[in-house]
């Protein structure tokens, strides 16, 4: 549960930095686009949290785990079509790489675990 909070914790970071960012250039790609694809990923991700929660305490089929990845799945193509419908390419490529930052923390969570364990086993 910890490395649950400290990834959502990063994420909400990096997204309130994209919006900032985004306001300081004036461009709606970054400011609507990422920002909102970064909330839509925390979001799923969150979801995913909770479904795995439900299928270890309730011993969940095969069938409730197939219909999680589905919403999902789902929530991301709507989020896409509506930003690629209602604006430009652009905007729907601000939005795919706002989908990308709850993995893009939990690379770099991965990144900065290994770069310690090399640090303490190679420079002491």
């Known amino acids: 549960m910890e490395e649950v ?3 959502i914790k990063n994420s909400t970071i990096t997204s309130l930095v ?3 960012y985004g306001v300081l ?4 790609e970054v400011y609507i686009g990422m920002f909102g694809g970064s909330l839509v ?3 799923c991700f969150y979801m995913i949290y909770i479904d795995v929660k439900t299928s270890i305490i ?3 089929n095969f069938k409730s785990g197939v219909l999680g990845y589905l919403k999902r799945y789902a929530i991301y193509l709507s989020v896409l079509a509506g930003a690629s419908y209602f604006f430009d390419l652009a905007m729907m490529l ?4 706002g989908l990308l930052n709850v993995k893009f923390n939990i690379l770099l969570v991965v990144l900065y675990k290994n770069l310690l364990k090399w640090k303490d086993k190679y420079l002491k």
């Open 94 to 97: 601000g939005t795919a790489i």
């Open 5 to 7: 909070k400290k990834i």
């Open 58 to 60: 309730k011993g969940a």
């Open 25 to 28: 250039i004036r461009s709606r």
């Open 41 to 43: 990923s925390i979001l």
């Open 18 to 20: 994209i919006l900032i």
